[in-house]
């Protein structure tokens, strides 16, 4: 039997004890609050039930600490991994910056249209014309070898899903499909 499985009928069991133990403090409650029952439990299967309603609340507790434990655990792993992926995007980025020879402008208008930024929300930003960024957006294109944002963006994304690491040549054959020429 795997160890999955395993947790699973041993949780399950837990919920069961503890199903049957609250089930019989209610139905004993009810049923002294109602007048249903003119003889009260035996003593000793009392305390049996308190015994059992006892241990699966201390197992459902321990239980609940142990996922709590385990999901703190994968939210730091998917934030590390996030963060790792958010360097090396950025090591990427400045790496094919530099093989096609952008300048400092172009740099910064090829990440702000990175980041999904409008031609007027860029030139404002940068305080210049719009015609200064779409000349800048087409050095960048052409440089890079593609036709507009979405190429530009794949170009990225293309190598990131490769897995390519640091200073591992990008695939020279460019991106193909939607041809985006939107500033």
């Keep these: 039997m795997g160890a999955a ?7 399950a069991a837990i919920l069961a004890v503890q199903a ?5 403090f209610v139905w004993d409650i009810l049923s002294s609050v109602l007048g249903l029952r003119a003889q009260p439990i035996s003593w000793r ?18 239980l609940g600490g142990v996922a709590l434990h385990r999901s703190f655990r994968a939210r730091t792993a998917a934030e590390e991994r996030l963060r790792r992926a958010g360097a090396d ?11 096609w020879g952008l300048t ?15 031609t007027a929300e860029i030139a404002a930003l940068r305080g210049t014309s719009e015609g200064t960024v779409k000349a800048q957006t087409a050095a960048i294109y052409r440089k ?8 530009l963006l794949s170009l990225f994304i293309e190598d ?24």
Excluded: H, W, Y
Aim: charged share 20%; aromatic share 4%.
């Design 5 to 11: 499985l395993t947790g699973r009928l041993a949780i």
């Design 20 to 24: 049957v133990c609250a089930v019989v």
């Design 45 to 62: 299967l009392r305390e049996m039930i308190e015994i059992g309603a006892a241990l699966g609340l201390v197992l459902g507790l321990v």
């Design 89 to 99: 995007f950025l090591a990427l980025m400045g790496e094919r910056f530099a093989e």
């Design 104 to 118: 400092r402008a172009e740099r910064d208008v090829a990440l702000f249209a990175l980041k999904g930024m409008t």
């Design 144 to 151: 890079a070898g593609v036709s507009g944002r979405s190429q």
């Design 160 to 183: 990131l899903m490769r897995g390519l690491p640091s200073g591992a040549p990008p695939d020279p054959a460019p991106a193909t499909g939607n041809r985006d020429t939107a500033a």
